[in-house]
């Protein structure tokens, strides 16, 4: 019998950690609130961190059972519990995501009032009672909050039931179905309370989970020493049904052990399920067939309670959502699932990766082994029976140090409690040991070499590629955002002079919608909590940049802007699966993140589980198990420009064996075709497994036509439905010398620039020699005047109070030594700083306006018309009267600003700060050109002061 202790407990602080000291388990404290189990102690005091104290009365008739135990159940208590009955100490637990019972039958008063008291240590940076939070299992709990973590939170966290015990009973039961031979092994714990040895007759059966028929049963009678007595039985089924991704049938193991000695019994039953996986041959397996695992992970973090939502439908959404999206694996990164997330993945057919709280940041003292151990050992023992979990994670991204090499050691500790599923090092292989395998698969005691360059006698490697360690087969990668084609081809090559990559962290995220989810946190009542405290104050900045910036001009309303960046991110998730899917050599690939997790935009949808706009369509898109991956380099180009189209077709062996008629072609802004190319793809009779990806057509192709986008479209014109099949580009047209007749001065030396200004028509002087009228634009470019020097810095403040406009191409020029603004011609100077875009990238944002004529602005911009010319340095002015034209704000990971085009008074004349990377592709890249063309002509006119506030 299990009663739930579920609902209103009281709490009370502990902050100077007395309370033991002054028997506060005897009795409730005065000042004692109400509060909810489940729940965080942060829900009733936010942001207190240290001891906290539990109480609960309940009352409970007699145990019928002869001898029987009352036995008290704690699903899991963060970080540390220590539990009182009626004022007797019945036991206490460190680690916060695991269960544990306390029998406390000494203590209970049956069919009377019981008081229990439970002392909770939610662990912070100061010690208390030895213990720290970093030298703790926390994940990436923190004090104080920051974007990139979870706020520090504890306390009661999962059900506390009451269990009315027969004094033998049946504790625990592990079930390990072998589907090459039908038999379940089966390791059942018996639990004799009495201080004798028992009679007692076990019987141990198998059936359907969803019909229940009983299949086979074992039975046997025995004497049942006192205490703990494992036993083990076989049970066998003919042909047993597999559990497949679509078929996810579930087999249930009973045990019941009836006791003559107390004249009682006891019944457990597990669910499980006959299925085979394992990495070989290149790829992972499931039941004999290659799966490309398609996975997303989560830290199961909600808002307002983190790790337990405030709706309990949020985490079932969760994976109800992902796998819509076509995926076929979750990764809990370092922290276990729920017990009801894991029943759900078993019965929905969602493979999983689970990792323990140990996983990330366990900092080192002298009781991390064991603190270690007891952190993984005790998540298998939870979660052993789930035949959705093919993996267990040991750590992520940690380096090669004490932690590292303590998981190393680990693996056969792992083996004797569970020698059936894959265990993976560390993901990332941030610690760079190549000679050290990235995973054991079932069976093996050994870290196995089989993935990217792992190899006996490996050397050990460094970090390259944002997060990245060459070779590595076990790979995270965060390159920056924008994507250039560079880093298209990196992702497209991965693996290639190494082995197969189990891609387990790459992702584009997006930005937090601040405007709403700060109404949600007021919607909720929860405006007090820590994270919708953070998520305000980050909002408050960038009001005060709306205002500054008057980014209504682009924008009705705030809800607008951050709508347009959410919307943005579903074509960055597709563009980098189009990468990763025509890499044959990436073998599975777990997207950042499942949800916006650790106070930040990562994932798919957000905190309060909505949908972002897009996302669903272009993850089942990008994840289909055949698809046309389709690329244009480069994404804009001049006309005429030979521009590489590739088509690369993504197939999980889906294809049967014969001819498929393939049609490509470009079409032009208008839809009119302007390339076409009609070909067989052929897929041969399976003697070996045929790639993941492959090659169907490559050429560079010479493109004339109207200025515009254009689409690269690829599909079969019979025999297969392949997603994907659209790559869009940009053809612009080069001017004809649209300066004739502008005079422009360099100020510095820049032949190349010269050069660029006389091709396109000006006349070129150099304000330190030839005389000019002061009006005339002066362009200031990466090498610098000095500021002694005639015609430096003090002239150049002389010219613009005159009249002159000047155009900064490269900030760099205003620098000396580490001062960045020492020669900038302003009184307030501001600074310069970089933002750079990865996971957490920048929104870049351009108005309406005379420097962006003929360019698509008036909004967000557009990466494939200005990919490589988008910044990573940003200026802050230090005044508020400058003109924002072009800027980019970061609201994916806490908050940072910046302009890219402003326009500053300076006496009569203007001052234009850019940090578009225009010098740098000047002559090649045609957003380049036309943004300083267009400058040129706002630098020209004679009415250009209008575009100024005064």
């Known amino acids: 019998m299990v009663y739930s202790l579920d609902g209103e407990w009281l709490i009370a602080c502990d902050p100077r950690n007395e309370g033991r000291g002054q028997d506060w388990w005897a009795a409730v404290r005065p000042e004692a609130c109400l509060t909810s189990v489940p729940w965080i102690i942060q829900g009733v005091f936010p942001g207190y961190h240290g001891v906290a104290w539990y109480w609960r009365q309940f009352s409970v008739h007699r145990n019928p059972y002869p001898s029987g135990r009352y036995l008290l159940r704690f699903w899991a208590v963060d970080y540390s519990a220590e539990v009182w009955v009626n004022g007797q100490r019945v036991g206490a637990h460190e680690g916060g995501e695991t269960p544990f019972v306390l029998d406390i039958t000494e203590a209970v008063v049956p069919d009377g009032k019981n008081l229990v008291a439970v002392r909770v240590l939610n662990p912070t940076n100061e010690p208390v009672d030895g213990i720290t939070l970093n030298e703790t299992p926390h994940r990436n709990k923190t004090v104080p909050i920051f974007a990139g973590a979870s706020f520090n939170h504890g306390g009661i966290m999962d059900s506390v039931e009451l269990v009315v015990a027969p004094a033998v009973r049946v504790a625990d039961l592990v079930a390990h179905p072998d589907p090459g031979t039908g038999t379940v092994n089966v390791r059942v714990l018996l639990v004799n309370a009495l201080e004798k040895t028992a009679s007692c007759a076990l019987q141990v059966s198998i059936a359907p989970s969803p019909s229940g028929e009983t299949l086979e049963t074992f039975r046997d009678e025995r004497m049942v020493d006192a205490g703990e007595t494992w036993l083990s039985v076989q049970l066998r089924i003919d042909h047993p049904h597999l559990w497949q991704l679509n078929d996810p049938f579930l087999y249930r193991v009973t045990a019941v052990v009836s006791c003559a000695t107390c004249s009682s019994a006891s019944e457990y039953s597990v669910r499980c399920g006959f299925r085979d996986f394992r990495f070989e041959n290149g790829y992972f397996g499931l039941n004999g067939r290659r799966v490309f695992l398609r996975g997303s992970h989560t830290g199961n973090h909600a808002p307002i309670g983190q790790q337990l939502p405030p709706d309990p439908d949020m985490f079932r959404r969760d994976l109800l959502y992902v796998k819509s999206m076509g995926f076929n694996m979750i990764r809990f990164i370092a922290g276990v699932a729920t017990r009801y997330q894991l029943n759900l993945c078993d019965e929905i057919g969602l493979l999983v990766y689970e990792e323990s709280y140990a996983g990330w940041l366990l900092g080192d003292s002298p009781r991390m082994r064991h603190l270690f151990d007891q952190s993984v050992y005790e998540m298998i023992r939870r979660d052993i029976n789930h035949p959705s979990i093919v993996i267990w994670g040991l750590l992520n991204e940690t380096n090669d140090g004490p932690v590292f090499q303590h998981a190393m050691k680990s693996l056969p500790a792992i083996r004797a409690i569970d020698p059936d599923r894959v265990v993976l090092l560390n993901s990332g292989r941030w610690d760079g040991q190549q000679a050290i ?9 050994e870290w196995e070499c089989c993935l990217g360059g792992e190899a006996p006698g ?13 070779g590595a087969g076990d790979a995270h990668a965060y390159p920056r955002v924008p994507h250039t084609a560079e880093t298209i081809s990196f992702l497209r090559r991965l693996g290639q002079d190494a082995g197969p990559v189990l891609l387990t962290e790459y992702g584009i995220g997006s930005a937090v919608d601040l405007w709403r989810v700060v109404r949600l946190f007021e919607q909720w009542r929860a405006e007090k909590s820590e994270d919708a405290v953070f998520y305000r104050n980050l909002l408050e900045q960038f009001l005060a940049d709306w205002k500054c910036w008057r980014l209504d001009e682009m924008f009705p309303r705030p809800s607008d802007y951050f709508a347009a960046c959410v919307r943005k991110m579903a074509g960055q998730r597709l563009l980098g699966l189009n990468a990763i899917r025509s890499n044959p050599h990436v073998i599975g690939h777990s997207m950042t993140g499942t949800v916006d997790q650790g106070l930040t935009g990562e994932g798919l949808f957000t905190t309060f589980r909505e949908l972002k706009p897009g996302t669903v369509d272009a ?13 244009a380099e480069p994404v804009h180009a001049y006309e005429g420009t030979p521009v590489r189209l590739e088509a690369v077709l993504a197939d999980e062996d889906v294809l049967h064996a014969g001819a498929y008629p393939v049609c490509l072609q470009v079409v032009d802004p208008s839809g009119a075709k302007v390339f076409e190319s009609q070909s067989s793809y052929r897929v041969h009779e399976k003697g070996s497994e045929r790639p993941l990806a492959a090659l169907v057509f490559a050429d560079d192709v010479r493109i004339g036509g109207a200025p515009g986008a254009y689409r690269f479209l690829a599909e079969f014109e019979s025999g297969a439905a392949a997603a994907g099949g659209e790559a869009v580009f940009f053809v612009s047209r080069k001017p004809d010398t649209p300066l004739r007749g502008v005079t422009v001065a360099i100020w510095g030396d820049d032949v190349g620039l010269e050069n660029w200004l006389a091709e396109h028509g000006a006349q070129v002087i150099r304000p330190d020699r030839d005389s000019a009228d002061p009006r005339c634009p002066i362009i200031l470019s990466k090498t610098p005047v000095h500021q002694g020097a005639p015609g430096g810095f003090d002239d150049l403040t002389r010219r613009l109070q005159r009249g002159s406009t000047v155009i900064c191409l490269d900030p760099c020029v205003f620098a000396d030594g580490d001062d960045q603004t020492a020669f900038l011609p302003l009184d307030r100077k501001g600074r310069f700083h970089s933002v750079v875009g990865w996971l957490y990238l920048k ?10 004529d003929g360019m698509p602005a008036g909004g967000l911009l557009d990466y494939g018309f200005y ?15 400058c003109e924002a034209v072009a800027g980019a704000i970061r609201a994916s990971q806490g908050y940072s600003s910046g302009l890219m085009i402003s326009i500053h008074r300076v006496g009569a004349g203007r001052l234009i700060i850019n940090t578009f990377r225009i010098r740098e592709n000047m002559g090649t890249h045609p957003a380049a050109d036309m943004l300083l063309l267009n400058m040129l002509r706002v630098a020209s006119r004679s009415d250009g002061d209008n575009h100024v506030p005064t």
């Open 619 to 631: 993850v089942a898109d990008g994840l289909a198990a055949l698809r046309w991956c389709l690329f």
């Open 843 to 852: 929104d870049e944002w351009a108005k309406r306006h005379p420097i962006f």
């Open 867 to 881: 990919r490589e010319i988008i910044p990573d340095l940003l200026y802050s002015p230090g005044e508020e009267s």
């Open 437 to 445: 395998g990235s995973l054991a698969n079932p069976g093996s005691t």
């Open 458 to 470: 490996a050397a050990v490697t460094a970090s390259t590629w944002g997060g990245y360690f060459d």
